[in-house]
């Protein structure tokens, strides 16, 4: 059968506009269709066991729920009384179906949204559970109020089933869709009334709100082991301890060394014991930088093992408080149990040391062996990676002379102590390992 050419004919004129539609009117008109996605979104959410519910609030901003046709009178005041009766569905679209709740391995089912209510931005109800409940289940806002609705912000109780209230809850707080930036603050009851605090950027997945030891031990050895990974001026550091030693039993010594220096001051950051003024992160990246650059420098001039390690513990101590700036926003999903996640932390950076150094020696070893002599090779990677740390160095002291440091006032001196006795007791470490090597033999003594 021949084609019906009239049919063709007829589809051209919907093609050309479904072309329109696709190609000039995103370019003409995008918030023609739709509100614009903002930049910026705070979430707040409170989680409570009790009974046979988990209570959940949650405080979102109403202009992050896109594609919703608030009703509004005048210059764009929101018209409250229409507007009400379209929050249930407004909550449930954009809030149920990306908020996970888990009992145990469960999920748990859809909730109950019991009440919603409109709130100014300088409400600050939210502080405390108590607030929170009594300001979301209280009288809703005047009618009659004039605001704009992109200012308003909407509260939601949410009721979840639940087995026991003493059972391991986690949360998946998955709204990053409600802006190009979303801060998820969530506040989580225990039963004992206990208060464990999360701050979450974007999607972080599944997140047990009152880790068991275990679970926060798991997630900081991998938070440690992949940091390790991450971090370039620490893999250089590693680097320069390799280049000129390529044993693995001596180099298993020294980066145990790095790690025992590392711990002590990123324990000491944890109790909160170093300083808090803007110039103290600068100033420990540009320390280690200059780290590097004096072992790329040791190992041109000649580096002698049996020293290595001690030079390396007490650069650890520099390093532990450059491990600590990366650590401080984690350390809110240890719970209860912080020593333990620090040391889960050392041990995951342990492992990722040694996996470094299972990589490196066997690399370096065939260079050398093959490639360049061994000594010109030292020479040259050394060189190469003091250049590449002195820069480090430069740009960040550059950063550093930016800011003023504070006055001694009591409370600085206080915090300089604090930072001293730790230093001293990483220096009466290294003190003691220089005491042990020199000790003499017992038939040295004897003759």
Same mark, same amino acid.
């Given at each position: 059968m021949a084609?019906d050419?009239r049919l063709a004919? +007829? &589809?051209?004129?919907? !093609?050309r =506009? ?6 000039i009117l ?6 023609l269709?739709?509100?614009e996605?903002?930049n910026?979104v705070t979430?707040?959410a409170?989680?409570r066991?009790?009974g @046979?519910?988990?209570?959940?609030l $949650?405080r979102? *901003?109403l @202009?992050?729920?896109q594609?919703?046709?608030? *009703?509004t009178r005048?210059?764009g005041?929101l018209e409250?009384a &229409?507007?009400? *009766?379209?929050l ?11 908020l996970e709740l888990?009992e145990g391995d469960?999920?748990l089912p859809v909730?109950?949204i019991?009440a ?8 600050d109800?939210?502080?405390t559970?108590?607030?929170?409940i009594a300001?979301?289940q209280?009288? *809703?806002m005047?009618?009659?109020t004039?605001i704009v609705w ?6 939601v109780?949410?009721e ?5 209230p003493d059972?391991?809850f986690?949360? +998946?707080?998955a ?7 979303v801060l998820t603050?969530?506040r989580?009851v225990?039963?004992?009334? =206990? ?5 979450f950027? #974007? ?5 047990p709100?009152?880790p068991l ?5 798991f &997630?900081? $050895?991998a938070?440690g082991?992949?940091h ?6 620490h893999l ?8 000129p030693?390529?044993?693995?039993r001596p180099?298993?010594? =020294? ?6 220096g590392h711990?002590?001051?990123?324990i000491? /950051?944890? !109790?909160?014991i170093?300083?808090? #003024? ?5 100033l420990?990246?540009?320390?280690i930088?200059m780290?590097i650059?004096?072992m790329? !420098?040791e190992?041109?001039?000649?580096? &002698?093992?049996e %020293?290595?390690?001690?030079v390396?513990l007490?650069?650890?101590? $520099? ?5 600590s700036?990366?650590?401080g926003e984690?350390?809110q999903f240890?719970?209860a149990?912080l020593?333990t996640?620090l040391?889960a932390f050392?041990i995951g ?12 020696v066997?690399?370096? /070893?065939i260079?050398?062996r093959r #490639?360049v002599?061994? +000594?010109?090779g030292?020479?040259?990677l050394s060189?190469?990676l003091?250049?590449?740390? %002195?820069?480090?160095?430069i740009?960040?002291? @550059?950063?550093?002379r930016?800011?003023t440091?504070?006055?001694l006032d009591?409370e600085v001196? #206080?915090r300089?102590?604090? =930072? ?6 990483g220096?009466g470490?290294v ?5 042990l090597?020199?000790k003499?033999?017992r038939?040295e003594v004897? /003759?």
């Amino acid at each position: 059968m021949a084609p019906d050419h009239r049919l063709a004919v +007829r &589809r051209r004129p919907a !093609l050309r =506009v479904s072309l329109f539609s696709l190609l000039i009117l995103p370019l003409i008109g995008p918030g023609l269709f739709a509100h614009e996605i903002p930049n910026d979104v705070t979430v707040q959410a409170w989680v409570r066991p009790g009974g @046979e519910v988990l209570e959940v609030l $949650v405080r979102v *901003p109403l @202009e992050s729920m896109q594609d919703i046709d608030w *009703p509004t009178r005048g210059t764009g005041y929101l018209e409250i009384a &229409r507007a009400e *009766p379209m929050l249930t569905d407004a909550a449930r679209v954009w809030l149920v179906n990306d908020l996970e709740l888990y009992e145990g391995d469960v999920r748990l089912p859809v909730p109950e949204i019991t009440a919603t209510r409109l709130s100014f931005p300088s409400d600050d109800s939210f502080r405390t559970w108590d607030g929170a409940i009594a300001h979301v289940q209280g009288p *809703p806002m005047d009618a009659s109020t004039d605001i704009v609705w992109q200012q308003l912000l909407l509260d939601v109780v949410l009721e979840y089933p639940i087995e026991s209230p003493d059972s391991e809850f986690s949360i +998946r707080p998955a709204l990053d869709r409600l802006g190009l930036t979303v801060l998820t603050v969530v506040r989580f009851v225990r039963p004992d009334g =206990v208060i464990r605090p999360f701050e979450f950027l #974007g999607d972080p997945g599944r997140v047990p709100l009152d880790p068991l030891w275990f679970q926060a031990a798991f &997630r900081f $050895v991998a938070l440690g082991f992949f940091h390790i990974l991450d971090g370039l001026d620490h893999l250089l550091f590693l680097l320069c301890l390799v280049i000129p030693f390529r044993k693995i039993r001596p180099l298993v010594l =020294v980066v145990t060394a790095f790690t025992l220096g590392h711990s002590i001051t990123l324990i000491g /950051s944890a !109790l909160d014991i170093a300083p808090g #003024g803007l110039w103290f992160p600068p100033l420990v990246e540009t320390l280690i930088a200059m780290s590097i650059v004096y072992m790329a !420098l040791e190992n041109i001039v000649g580096a &002698r093992v049996e %020293w290595r390690w001690i030079v390396t513990l007490g650069f650890g101590l $520099v390093h532990g408080f450059g491990f600590s700036f990366a650590l401080g926003e984690t350390l809110q999903f240890a719970g209860a149990h912080l020593l333990t996640s620090l040391v889960a932390f050392n041990i995951g950076v342990e492992l990722g040391q040694l996996l470094v150094l299972a990589v490196m020696v066997p690399v370096l /070893s065939i260079l050398f062996r093959r #490639g360049v002599d061994e +000594r010109v090779g030292t020479v040259i990677l050394s060189a190469i990676l003091a250049h590449t740390a %002195w820069h480090w160095m430069i740009e960040r002291f @550059e950063i550093l002379r930016q800011y003023t440091f504070p006055s001694l006032d009591p409370e600085v001196f #206080g915090r300089v102590l604090q =930072v001293l006795t730790v230093l001293a007791f990483g220096a009466g470490l290294v003190w003691l390992a220089v005491a042990l090597r020199k000790k003499p033999d017992r038939r040295e003594v004897g /003759s």
